[in-house]
């Protein structure tokens, strides 16, 4: 069974940088595309950022493009999202997600429904 787990979150004053890391078991991760969404009380889920099993290429939601930063280490089974220059508005519980049906697909889709696996979450709160 797949599971993920992130960790890194935080109470960080505005401007500042926290990384929050995502550790997945099961020989799907490195494979596989993965994804960092967020969910702010009363909004829905949205995406931050995917990285392709290879980690070529990487894709961002227009809020976080410059700040953000996406990563992975398939020998370790982690994604990682380095996030910069942090804003009030990032405050949000941060999921990572796998996608699990497109074996080495050059594909990021940015819908929450097109990822098949989710972490438990991890609290960001940016203070101004």
């Known amino acids: 069974q797949v599971q993920l787990v992130e960790s890194g979150g935080g109470l960080v004053q505005a401007g500042g940088s926290l990384r929050l890391s995502c550790a997945a078991s099961g020989p799907i991760f490195s494979s596989n595309t993965m994804g960092w969404f967020r969910q702010a009380p009363g909004k829905e889920r949205e995406f931050v950022s995917g990285i392709i099993w290879s980690g070529d290429s990487t894709r961002y939601a227009d809020p976080v493009k410059g700040r953000f930063t996406i990563s992975r280490d398939n020998a370790k089974n982690t994604v990682y999202l380095q996030m910069n220059s942090l804003k009030p508005e990032d405050t949000a519980v941060y999921y990572c997600?796998?996608?699990?049906?497109?074996?080495?697909?050059?594909?990021?889709?940015?819908?929450?429904?097109?990822?098949?696996?989710w972490g438990q979450g991890t609290q960001v709160t940016v203070s101004s």
């Open positions: 997600a796998a996608e699990g049906q497109h074996w080495r697909t050059g594909l990021i889709i940015t819908s929450v429904e097109w990822y098949d696996y």
